[in-house]
C-alpha cells in the first residue's frame, strides 16, 4: 500500500535551516509530482512546494521563495525540503502529498517544525 514517512523536523532558532525528507513506497515514485504542504495551528493547510517528475519544474508558495528547496532522489523514493532562513511564522506541520492518477491523495502523518528562540 502506499506509505509517506516523513522526518527531519524540530526546533530549531530564526535564521537557522532544516532539510526534511520524505520517503514513499507502494507506488511508481518517480512518475508522480510529489508536494509538500504544511498547516499551522488554527490555518488551513497550506502548499508549499511541488516537484514535477525527473527533469521536471518546482513551484514554491509565495512566502517561501528564495528560502525553500524542494528535490527529490528517485533512486531512493524520497523528496526532500530544505528549509533555510527560517522564520517563526514557518512553525507548523509539515506533510508530504502524492496524488495519484486514481484520484485519490496520500498524506505522510507529518513531522513537526518549530521555529523559536
Known amino acids: 500500500q502506499v506509505q509517506l514517512v516523513e522526518s527531519g523536523g524540530g526546533l530549531v532558532q530564526p535564521g537557522g535551516s532544516l532539510r526534511l525528507s520524505c520517503a514513499a513506497s507502494?507506488?511508481?515514485?518517480?512518475?508522480?509530482?510529489m508536494s509538500w504542504y504544511r498547516q499551522a495551528p488554527g490555518k488551513e493547510r497550506e502548499l508549499v512546494a511541488l516537484i514535477a517528475t525527473a527533469g521536471g519544474g518546482t513551484n514554491y508558495a509565495d512566502s517561501v521563495k528564495g528560502r525553500f528547496t524542494i528535490s527529490r532522489d528517485n533512486a531512493k523514493n524520497t523528496v526532500y525540503l530544505q528549509m533555510n532562513s527560517l522564520k517563526p511564522e514557518d512553525t507548523a506541520v509539515y506533510y508530504c502529498?502524492?496524488?495519484?492518477?486514481?484520484?485519490?491523495?496520500?498524506w505522510g502523518q507529518g513531522t513537526q517544525v518549530t521555529v523559536s528562540s
Open positions: 507502494g507506488f511508481t515514485f518517480s512518475t508522480y509530482a
Open positions: 502529498k502524492v496524488l495519484l492518477r486514481t484520484g485519490r491523495p496520500y
